[in-house]
């Protein structure tokens, strides 16, 4: 069980940092992201500039969260 625990907090050294637990804290900004995205399809030909800005307001959303995740995972893992 001692391993188990160790595996999950990464401080065993012989585990892999693939099995570390995930902190809610971690994902906090995914549980506040809206149930559907603002943009939706174009409905002509090509979109206009208010459905272009509500996809561009999506991706900003997204690439945030990302980027929040990539800079958490990172400090996560250095020794």
Do not use: C, Y
Not at 26 to 31: G, M, S
Not at 61 to 78: G, V
Request: hydrophobic share 45%; no cysteine.
């Amino acid at each position: 069980m001692k391993e188990r625990i160790d595996a999950l907090s990464g401080a065993s050294s012989k585990t892999a940092a693939g099995l570390r637990a995930v902190r809610i804290e971690d994902v906090q900004p995914l549980l506040q992201f809206p149930a559907n995205p603002k943009s939706a399809k174009a409905g002509g030909a090509s979109p206009t500039k208010a459905e272009f800005d509500a996809l561009v307001d999506d991706v900003h959303k997204i690439w945030t969260f990302l980027a929040a995740q990539s800079m958490a995972l990172q400090d996560r893992s250095k020794p």
